[in-house]
Protein backbone atom coordinates (compact mmCIF):
# COMPACT_ATOMS: atom_id res chain seq x y z
CA UNK A 1 0.00 0.00 0.00
CA UNK A 2 1.12 3.77 -0.91
CA UNK A 3 -0.22 6.74 1.40
CA UNK A 4 0.27 10.14 -0.35
CA UNK A 5 -0.46 13.41 1.87
CA UNK A 6 -1.05 16.66 -0.22
CA UNK A 7 0.03 20.46 0.80
CA UNK A 8 0.71 23.57 -0.57
CA UNK A 9 -2.82 24.60 -2.51
CA UNK A 10 -4.13 28.08 -1.88
CA UNK A 11 -5.50 30.91 -3.55
CA UNK A 12 -3.26 33.34 -5.63
CA UNK A 13 -3.52 35.93 -8.22
CA UNK A 14 -2.80 35.48 -11.79
CA UNK A 15 0.32 35.75 -12.53
CA UNK A 16 1.94 34.05 -8.64
CA UNK A 17 3.30 30.74 -8.14
CA UNK A 18 2.66 27.91 -5.86
CA UNK A 19 4.15 24.82 -4.74
CA UNK A 20 2.40 21.76 -4.25
CA UNK A 21 4.19 18.92 -2.46
CA UNK A 22 2.88 15.16 -2.27
CA UNK A 23 4.34 13.18 0.62
CA UNK A 24 4.22 9.60 -0.28
CA UNK A 25 4.91 6.69 2.88
CA UNK A 26 4.36 2.84 2.78
CA UNK A 27 5.77 0.84 -0.23
CA UNK A 28 7.09 3.89 -1.74
CA UNK A 29 10.13 1.20 -2.93
CA UNK A 30 7.85 0.01 -5.68
CA UNK A 31 6.62 3.32 -6.97
CA UNK A 32 7.39 3.59 -10.66
CA UNK A 33 4.88 6.60 -11.89
CA UNK A 34 3.85 9.58 -9.68
CA UNK A 35 2.42 13.21 -10.63
CA UNK A 36 -0.24 15.03 -10.13
CA UNK A 37 -3.83 14.75 -11.70
CA UNK A 38 -6.39 18.41 -11.66
CA UNK A 39 -10.41 18.72 -11.91
CA UNK A 40 -11.39 21.90 -12.66
CA UNK A 41 -15.78 22.11 -11.99
CA UNK A 42 -17.73 20.42 -14.62
CA UNK A 43 -14.32 19.17 -16.35
CA UNK A 44 -12.94 15.43 -16.23
CA UNK A 45 -9.67 14.85 -14.28
CA UNK A 46 -6.81 15.56 -16.37
CA UNK A 47 -3.08 14.55 -16.12
CA UNK A 48 -0.76 17.55 -15.46
CA UNK A 49 2.86 16.14 -14.95
CA UNK A 50 4.11 12.89 -14.16
CA UNK A 51 7.57 11.14 -13.42
CA UNK A 52 8.03 7.96 -14.51
CA UNK A 53 10.42 4.91 -14.16
CA UNK A 54 14.21 6.11 -15.16
CA UNK A 55 13.24 10.02 -14.40
CA UNK A 56 11.18 10.62 -17.60
CA UNK A 57 9.15 13.38 -17.38
CA UNK A 58 6.49 14.92 -19.57
CA UNK A 59 3.72 17.70 -18.99
CA UNK A 60 0.19 18.39 -19.69
CA UNK A 61 0.52 20.63 -23.15
CA UNK A 62 -1.83 23.84 -21.38
CA UNK A 63 1.32 23.72 -18.21
CA UNK A 64 4.56 22.92 -20.35
CA UNK A 65 7.01 26.06 -19.77
CA UNK A 66 5.06 26.97 -16.43
CA UNK A 67 4.80 23.69 -14.36
CA UNK A 68 7.69 22.27 -13.34
CA UNK A 69 7.45 18.55 -11.24
CA UNK A 70 10.42 16.86 -9.09
CA UNK A 71 11.23 14.66 -6.68
CA UNK A 72 12.91 14.10 -3.61
CA UNK A 73 13.54 10.62 -3.33
CA UNK A 74 15.14 10.74 0.45
CA UNK A 75 12.00 12.51 1.64
CA UNK A 76 9.59 10.30 -0.55
CA UNK A 77 8.20 13.55 -2.20
CA UNK A 78 6.93 14.96 -5.15
CA UNK A 79 6.70 18.81 -5.84
CA UNK A 80 4.95 20.72 -8.46
CA UNK A 81 5.97 24.10 -9.05
CA UNK A 82 3.03 26.26 -10.62
CA UNK A 83 4.24 29.81 -11.70
CA UNK A 84 2.42 32.26 -13.84
CA UNK A 85 -0.68 30.98 -12.80
CA UNK A 86 -3.81 31.64 -14.69
CA UNK A 87 -7.35 31.36 -13.45
CA UNK A 88 -7.55 28.43 -16.22
CA UNK A 89 -5.55 26.75 -13.90
CA UNK A 90 -7.75 27.05 -10.34
CA UNK A 91 -8.45 22.87 -9.60
CA UNK A 92 -8.46 20.57 -7.08
CA UNK A 93 -4.81 19.06 -7.71
CA UNK A 94 -4.29 15.15 -6.55
CA UNK A 95 -0.98 13.04 -6.25
CA UNK A 96 -1.07 10.02 -7.54
CA UNK A 97 1.37 7.22 -7.57
CA UNK A 98 1.03 3.64 -9.23
CA UNK A 99 3.04 1.04 -7.27
CA UNK A 100 3.97 -2.44 -8.78
CA UNK A 101 3.92 -4.00 -5.39
CA UNK A 102 1.15 -4.61 -4.33
CA UNK A 103 0.04 -3.38 -7.97
CA UNK A 104 -2.46 -0.38 -7.34
CA UNK A 105 -2.57 3.21 -8.29
CA UNK A 106 -3.12 5.36 -5.19
CA UNK A 107 -4.49 9.10 -4.79
CA UNK A 108 -4.16 11.74 -2.52
CA UNK A 109 -6.56 13.92 -1.20
CA UNK A 110 -6.62 16.54 -2.95
CA UNK A 111 -5.82 20.52 -2.75
CA UNK A 112 -7.97 22.73 -3.78
CA UNK A 113 -5.99 25.75 -6.25
CA UNK A 114 -7.37 28.74 -6.95
CA UNK A 115 -6.03 31.47 -9.11
CA UNK A 116 -8.17 34.78 -8.71
CA UNK A 117 -8.20 37.33 -12.16
Known amino acids: QVQLVESGGGLVQAGGSLRLSCAAS????????IGWYRQAPGKQRELVAR???????SYADSVKGRFTISRDNAKNTVYLQMDSLSPEDTAVYYC???????????WGQGTQVTVSS
Open 26 to 33: GSTFSIND
Open 51 to 57: IRSRGVI
Open 96 to 106: YARAVEPSGVY
